[in-house]
């Protein structure tokens, strides 16, 4: 996201990971899964918000009050700290080891990779065929970056320049892959216990050698010397301190701290040059909150918001889409007539609806075939 979010970097986990584990087999964070699907809708708010803004005759009133069209770009962070605490706490029971290391890293990859590349690939169609994008310039070399996660210079015949990828949210993705990475390693070394405090010890040490090295406005340091990188951090922390434990009153009390928190930075002037500040701290609050909370997922509102958590990752990754096409539209005055903000409203829980339902035919189908294979191979080299 122009401010990732896109991120959505969202994390793309099942609650069966959320799940794993032999001392906490039970935990498996409802609470959290609802916030997934909050944070994702936050992220398409955002972007909605600068279609409307940006293509709408109107005035947007929703769209245009202080900093809160910049507010929706904070589910990217909510997203960073929820991998960090469903990294730490799914692979704390993995002994050190490079097999071990490998079948957690393996299972990152199969996770997350796919269904980006199935949606990147889908973007990269519609440029060829003319469709969209035809400011985008793409060379081979972005497109091969664009595929590994790996940022490289984007650039459009109008002059906009930005370290994304193709399909736009993938820039929070080389966050993930990047953590991805250093828990592969303590894994290896150390064990998935020890990814606290040695995740955090690796990435602050990379961070000050890009920093020192006077590589700080390198491409590289981007990533590996960005604050964001705290947010997993304070995921994995939570994992320590506040996994497999409940309460109703601290859980809704640090929930409406954390929200009093981010209404707050509607009110400064650009929240995000201090966003680990304005939007990591009440996203970690948001994200511990969620955990003490003994959620249920009964009845058939909660059922859907632990669905839309379930798909928040295709949300994520489709939404572009579903903002293309309203901005399409409205370039050709379709919907022009509508009150802004109405169709704000409207073009966000569309593009909310329409992508989760992707998720029942590419993610969620992509995700069991894979599982699959992946059990059958496991079966096969037992039995060698």
């Known amino acids: 996201m122009t401010a990732h979010t896109d991120t959505l970097s969202q994390n793309p986990l099942t609650q069966a990971e959320l799940a794993s584990g032999p001392a906490l087999a039970k935990v498996t964070f ?8 909050v944070a994702a809708s936050m992220v398409v708010f955002h972007h909605m918000c600068t279609v409307v803004t940006t293509l709408h005759p109107g005035h947007s009133a929703i769209a245009t009050f202080r900093r809160l069209a910049d507010l929706g770009a904070a589910g990217v962070d909510i997203f960073f700290c929820i991998s960090g605490l469903v990294i730490a706490h799914s692979a704390r029971a993995m002994p050190a080891g490079a097999a071990k290391a490998r079948t957690f890293a393996w299972r990152r990859l199969l996770r997350v990779m796919p269904p980006y590349w199935i ?14 994008f035809r400011g985008l310039i793409v060379t081979p070399s972005l497109v091969v970056a664009s595929f590994l996660l790996i940022p490289w210079p984007k650039m459009t015949r109008g002059g906009h320049l930005s370290l994304h990828p193709i399909l736009d ?25 020890w990814i606290w405090p040695w995740a955090l010890a690796i990435i602050s040490a990379i961070a000050v050698i890009c920093i020192v090295s006077g590589g700080r406005d390198t491409i590289a340091a981007s990533v590996l010397a960005s604050p964001l990188l705290l947010e997993f951090m304070a995921g994995v922390g939570l994992a320590h301190l506040v996994a497999g434990r409940t309460s109703l009153k601290l859980g809704w009390t640090l929930i409406a701290i954390g929200t009093l928190g981010f209404l707050t930075t509607i009110w400064l002037r650009n929240p995000m040059s201090w966003r680990v500040l304005c939007w990591g701290v009440p996203g970690a609050l948001l994200v511990a909150g969620a955990i003490l909370l003994p959620v249920k997922l009964e ?4 059922r859907f918001f632990g669905f839309l958590g379930t798909a928040s990752y295709t949300i994520y990754l489709v939404h572009p889409f579903f903002t293309l096409t309203a901005g399409t539209l409205l370039k050709r005055e379709v919907g022009t007539n509508v009150p802004a ?31 699959s294979r992946s059990r059958t191979a496991a079966l096969a080299r037992k039995t060698l």
């Open 30 to 37: 409802e609470g959290v899964q609802i916030l997934r699907g």
């Open 299 to 302: 009845g058939r509102i909660i």
């Open 341 to 371: 903000d109405a169709l704000l409203i409207v073009m966000t829980i569309v593009a909310v609806l329409g992508s989760s339902l992707t998720y029942l035919f590419v993610e969620g189908p992509l995700v069991q075939l894979l599982a």
């Open 119 to 132: 949606f990147t690939s889908a973007f990269l169609l519609l440029w060829l065929a003319g469709i969209a």
């Open 169 to 193: 949210p993938g820039w929070t993705l080389t966050f993930e892959m990047y953590f991805y990475a250093v828990c592969t390693a303590v894994i290896a070394v150390a064990g998935g216990r």
